[in-house]
């Protein structure tokens, strides 16, 4: 297993320690049969900057994860996070969506789509993340400013573990993750579960 799913991975265990889920199903801006079956599933409307920097973007060394910059210099405004924990036996599945509101940066740059390029950064130039070699069709509706992108972590890299980012309009972007075991989930069926979350927050938002 890579260093980056390792930090995710612990990061996602303290993640569910300290925020205990407590939610209504109908509460869910992502319904539950988006996610793996038999997954507990965690809602937080609101999430700071500090607590997605701490559980998403830098490990406890300071080492990026999912982002290089602090959402503050990003812009960030507000945002939400749903997640899922499933485990059987020694296997697990971890899936995370970030959805983010970004403002403009003091230069003029669209928050969103900053963000968007420093997720890349992070999980592309800095852990190794390759291109999905297929990239899902349709995740930002046609006509709409925006982009989308898919990167993955072959077992034989260090994973199996799965993201997509995109960012729409002017201030939209979302950010999925999804860290599992072979014997639980392919990889196949793990792109198509998070390419499916990210087109329905997308949707449900246009």
């Given at each position: 297993?890579?260093?980056?799913?390792?930090?995710?991975?612990?990061?996602?265990?303290?993640?569910?320690?300290?925020?205990?889920?407590?939610?209504?199903?109908?509460?869910?801006?992502?319904?539950?049969?988006?996610?793996?079956?038999?997954?507990?599933?965690d809602y937080h409307a609101a999430v700071s900057n500090a607590d997605m920097d701490r559980w998403w973007g830098r490990d406890g060394n300071g080492y990026p994860m999912m982002h290089a910059?602090?959402?503050?210099?990003?812009?960030?405004?507000?945002?939400?996070?749903?997640?899922?924990?499933?485990?059987?036996?020694?296997?697990?599945?971890?899936?995370?969506?970030?959805?983010?509101?970004?403002?403009?940066?003091?230069?003029?740059?669209?928050?969103?789509?900053?963000?968007?390029?420093?997720?890349?950064?992070?999980?592309?130039?800095?852990?190794?993340?390759?291109?999905?070699?297929?990239?899902?069709?349709?995740?930002?509706?046609?006509?709409?400013?925006?982009?989308?992108?898919?990167?993955?972590?072959?077992?034989?890299?260090?994973?199996?573990?799965?993201?997509?980012?995109?960012?729409?309009?002017?201030?939209?972007?979302?950010?999925?993750?999804?860290?599992?075991?072979?014997?639980?989930?392919?990889?196949?069926?793990?792109?198509?579960?998070?390419?499916?979350?990210?087109?329905?927050?997308?949707?449900?938002?246009?």
């Amino acid at each position: 297993m890579s260093g980056l799913l390792r930090s995710l991975l612990l990061a996602f265990a303290l993640m569910f320690c300290a925020w205990f889920p407590v939610h209504a199903q109908s509460d869910l801006p992502l319904p539950a049969n988006y996610f793996p079956p038999g997954s507990w599933i965690d809602y937080h409307a609101a999430v700071s900057n500090a607590d997605m920097d701490r559980w998403w973007g830098r490990d406890g060394n300071g080492y990026p994860m999912m982002h290089a910059l602090s959402e503050d210099v990003l812009a960030r405004s507000s945002g939400w996070l749903e997640s899922s924990y499933r485990r059987v036996g020694n296997g697990y599945i971890y899936f995370a969506v970030f959805r983010s509101e970004y403002a403009r940066l003091e230069d003029g740059t669209p928050g969103n789509a900053a963000a968007f390029g420093d997720w890349r950064k992070a999980v592309a130039e800095i852990n190794g993340l390759r291109l999905a070699t297929t990239q899902p069709t349709d995740i930002v509706p046609r006509g709409m400013d925006g982009q989308a992108e898919t990167r993955v972590l072959s077992a034989a890299a260090g994973g199996p573990s799965v993201t997509i980012a995109a960012w729409w309009g002017e201030t939209h972007e979302v950010e999925a993750l999804g860290i599992y075991t072979g014997k639980l989930m392919t990889m196949q069926r793990a792109r198509r579960m998070l390419a499916a979350q990210i087109r329905f927050v997308i949707r449900s938002e246009t």
